[in-house]
């Protein structure tokens, strides 16, 4: 069975950091990305890796404080974020598609069919 399951979210103050994971069971994962959606907003794609070659993809959003990288031995990858803002509170997801694509569409959340449940980041001013 497929499963992934995030952790390390949490409460900040503007301009902390947070380090988020997401492990996957039931099967190998060659693409993985996290999105974020905020009350009342759509899902946001904001990195995703290829864990075979590392190849990253970041949205313009997020360039420079948001890190995505993996451990292949332990099929997770991890979401490093620094100088978080209150804008930025949501729940984080990780998800991994059937068929692993990486490409610029690599963000959109149609391309992706299993997700976890999401772990919640908050960000006070």
Not at 41 to 58: D, F, N, Q, S, W
Not at 96 to 103: D, E, I, S
Request: proline share 5%.
């Amino acid at each position: 069975q497929t499963q992934l399951m995030e952790s390390g979210g949490g409460s900040v103050q503007a301009g902390g950091s947070l380090t988020l994971s997401c492990a996957a069971s039931g099967w190998t994962v060659y693409v993985m990305a996290w999105f974020r959606q905020a009350p009342g907003k759509e899902r946001e794609g904001v990195a995703v890796i290829r864990t075979p070659t590392g190849g990253t993809l970041y949205a313009d959003s997020v360039k420079g404080r948001f890190t995505i990288s993996q451990n292949n031995a332990k099929n997770t990858v991890y979401l490093q974020i620094e100088a978080l803002q209150p804008e930025e509170t949501a729940m984080y997801y990780c998800a991994a598609p059937r068929t692993p694509g990486f490409n610029s569409s690599s963000l959109l959340p149609e391309h992706y069919n299993f997700w976890g449940q999401g772990t919640q980041v908050t960000v006070s001013s």
